[in-house]
T-cell receptor
């Protein structure tokens, strides 16, 4: 039981490049989330998916797109990376019968 | 607007020196309050959920308590391995699927 996994762990992009961050969970959770964590800003929600086939914007969705590929996988795409998107990105999932979320190990992204 | 404020931002303790971390919150209807531990370079690790005022949860040297306005994470006789950032988050009744996080308290325990 791996929990929530994320790939890659580290990534460096140049301004304007695109990339997709991958997330998968093996806990049979319906809800999945993408956060970014910046010094002094805490964890901020980018997008979430309450169930397979649905996605909703969070607090800071601009510049990102998401895809809920199936119940296990939820990807985050940066179409044209900007230096302001330099951050640590966390994926999380939640079981329907509780409100606590379980986090992956994170992806550290640097945009130059 | 839902708000979560944690204090202090950083706390240095000697091994064995007990203390408390504070999480003050303002929400319209609390569904749950959560404590997480985050080690450097890792994702937040779930510790506790508290649902109503007066509730307490314990795990090893950690004890979380909840009132109508704040939560405390009490650390009894801490060890260096308790050093981490502790995050507090709330689930509000009108927030759907979303948690609101505080800024965290960075705890350093010296041997």
């Amino acid at each position: 039981n791996a929990g929530v996994t994320q790939t890659p762990k580290f990534q460096v992009l140049k301004t304007g490049q695109s990339m997709t961050l991958q997330c998968a969970q093996d806990m049979n959770h319906n809800s999945m989330y993408w956060y970014r964590q910046d010094p002094g800003m805490g964890l901020r929600l980018i997008y979430y998916s309450a169930s397979e086939g649905t996605t909703d914007k969070g607090e800071v969705p601009n510049g990102y797109n998401v895809s809920r590929l199936n119940k296990r996988e939820f990807s985050l795409r940066l179409e044209s990376a900007a230096p302001s998107q330099t951050s640590v990105y966390f994926c999380a999932s939640r079981w329907d019968r509780g409100y606590e979320q379980y986090f992956g190990p994170g992806t550290r992204l640097t945009v130059t | 607007e839902d708000q979560v404020t944690q204090s202090p931002e950083a706390l240095r303790l000697q091994e064995g020196e007990s203390s408390s971390l504070n999480c003050s919150y303002t929400v319209s209807g609390l569904r749950g309050l959560f404590w997480y531990r985050q080690d450097p370079g890792k994702g937040p690790e779930f510790l506790f959920t508290l649902y109503s005022a007066g509730e307490e949860k314990e795990k090893e040297r950690l004890k979380a308590t909840l009132t109508k306005k704040e939560s405390f994470l009490h650390i009894t006789a801490p060890k260096p391995e308790d050093s981490a950032t502790y995050l507090c988050a709330v689930q509000a009744a009108n927030a759907g699927n979303m948690l609101t996080f505080g800024g965290g308290t960075r705890l350093m325990v010296k041997p």
